[in-house]
């Protein structure tokens, strides 16, 4: 028996609960007979390694299952009241007023009130961590139900934050919390074995659909040990990469769901020669040509990259947030088209003078480096893809991988092959405004565009989702220019993957969303309309 599989027999057999036989020798499937049919085992993530804290950003992808929040995005992706019952904008934008549910109570009993928002709120925006309240000037209560929030600029996306952010009870908040969480979500906390697993089980006191499912445990595995589990009977959920998609288990079924789970190439956007505050070299004097950007967009066959890297588990991407309420569906290109790609080169001085198969315009090589992070194994294949198909255009791009560390030092000169993918339109105005250049991991190609800088603050002031979402369409291409591949492409979208799961014959997932950044956790999104239909 592999060190692996003693490991994972020696999981199983830590949960008492389970009726385990079977592990070695040559039985290789436990029935679930004894398992309640109200009680689930999922391996569908990565384990949180901070805790469940919503302050420091638990929570952001998929259920908080311990904590509820102010509002929060149904299968449809519309947003809809949780613990508020309505809220007030004011004129200026820059007043958000809240009003709360009176029947709510944490699962300790204690009763949830305006305070223990402005508690959560306030100690988010000061832990400084992956949560962005910056532009929240101050939280206060008006009266137990009541909460005003006053921003610093009017924000349309500050919705999505609310949206977010699960409410943590002020009584019970200290330095322990991360570790043993206590909330007003569907589920209550349990027990937390690090690097095993985690269970919870359902809150009696929850003010919204009680969840069908009683007890839940999450299991902290490797891909290949969450597959022997499932193979085993032992697991009802696991999320799998697309390599192992077309494997069978008995029992199981493939559900595949749409993202926005994306990965595209980011430009360097002005020429070389400038420098960022810690002295990394910003520019690349090749990918500042608005023709490279622009022939390699329309060049790049994305159908061919979804069928021969992801086996056909995925979409061509045109977008950080393709069939979302904010895309712009006009910025699709439609076919790719290499003699296009070749005419938009030779229009803009490139050509091949020496017959090396590279073109140059005078003493500039159309050939450029593409990082991707090295232990990616998918984005070293979209790379290597990606410089086969631009080949015989005649532009040459070096694929190197390195860490993500080495990127960071790099990512302004050089074209990167990320990922991103939200529910939440600032994703947008982080990777393409000029105020976001150079901060973090936000526009690191020092991408500007004045036009569609004030796109993007008309939807940032806009105090409608609707006529947010039509500045930001505007951003993309208003018909005149944008950040789409149609107007200024300073990245290639190449893909979005298919988020894929075996799920347990019988067990329904509801209707589910599409899926942002992160596989795994999103799909617990909606967990309170699970089933099992036996």
């Not at 074995?193 to 969840?211: M, R, S, T």
């Not at 070293?380 to 791009?397: C, F, M, R, S, Y």
């Not at 939807?459 to 789409?484: C, H, I, M, P, V």
Request: proline share 5%.
């Amino acid at each position: 028996m592999s060190n692996k599989m003693i490991w994972f027999c020696l999981l199983l057999f830590s949960l008492a609960w389970f009726p385990i036989t079977g592990c070695g020798g040559n039985r290789n499937r436990v029935e679930r007979e004894g398992r309640p049919a109200d009680e689930l085992v999922l391996a569908v993530g990565g384990e949180p390694e901070a805790g469940f804290d919503p302050t420091t950003g638990w929570g952001q992808y998929g259920s908080p299952l311990f904590q509820s929040r102010l509002f929060r995005r149904d299968n449809n992706l519309t947003l809809v009241n949780d613990l508020a019952t309505a809220y007030e904008i004011s004129a200026d934008g820059l007043t958000w007023t809240i009003r709360l549910r009176a029947d709510v109570k944490f699962s300790d009993g204690m009763p949830l009130t305006a305070e223990d928002v402005a508690y959560t709120f306030a100690t988010a925006a000061a832990s400084g961590a992956v949560i962005d309240l910056n532009n929240m000037e101050r939280v206060e209560t008006k009266d137990a139900q009541t909460v005003e929030f006053r921003l610093k600029q009017p924000q349309s996306t500050f919705m999505n934050l609310l949206a977010r952010i699960g409410i943590v009870p002020k009584h019970a908040h200290g330095s322990g919390y991360a570790l043993r969480p206590l909330g007003s979500g569907p589920y209550k906390f349990v027990q937390w074995d690090k690097g095993q697993q985690l269970i919870v089980e359902a809150n009696p006191l929850y003010h919204g659909q009680q969840p069908y499912f009683k007890r839940i445990t999450f299991l902290f595995m490797s891909d290949d040990a969450a597959l022997a589990a499932a193979r085993a009977g032992q697991v009802d959920l696991l999320a799998v990469p697309a390599a192992f998609a077309r494997l069978e288990i008995a029992g199981m079924r493939l559900l595949y769901l749409d993202s926005v789970d994306n990965r595209g190439i980011m430009f360097p956007f002005v020429p070389a020669g400038g420098q960022t505050k810690e002295g990394h070299p910003v520019g690349n004097d090749v990918t500042a040509d608005l023709a490279i950007r622009r022939a390699i967009n329309v060049a790049i066959d994305r159908q061919t990259i979804v069928e021969g890297v992801l086996d056909g588990f995925g979409s061509p991407a045109f977008s950080s947030s393709d069939g979302l309420p904010w895309w712009n569906p006009e910025t699709v290109i439609r076919d790719a088209d290499l003699e296009q790609a070749r005419r938009i080169l030779a229009d803009a001085g490139w050509k091949d003078t020496n017959g090396d198969g590279i073109l140059e315009k005078g003493a500039l090589q159309a050939r450029f480096t593409l990082l991707y992070p090295a232990a990616d194994l998918t984005r070293k294949a979209l790379a290597l893809v990606v410089a086969d198909q631009l080949q015989p255009l005649g532009v040459k791009i070096d694929v190197v991988g390195k860490s993500w560390d080495a990127i960071q030092t790099m990512m302004h000169s050089n074209a990167v092959l990320f990922g991103w993918g939200s529910h939440d339109p600032l994703e947008m105005y982080n990777l393409y405004s000029s105020k976001t250049r150079g901060t973090g991991w936000f526009n690191t190609g020092f991408y500007i565009n004045t036009v569609v800088d004030g796109h993007m603050a008309r939807a940032l002031s806009a105090t409608s989702e609707e006529e947010a979402n039509r500045y930001w369409q505007k951003a993309q291409w208003d018909g005149q220019t944008g950040f789409s591949a149609r107007g200024d492409a300073p990245w290639a979208w190449l893909v979005n993957l298919d988020h894929l799961y075996f799920v347990r014959e019988g067990l329904s997932l509801g209707q589910q969303q599409i899926q942002p950044h992160g596989h795994g956790w999103p799909v617990t999104a909606n967990i309170t309309e699970w089933r099992r239909k036996e």
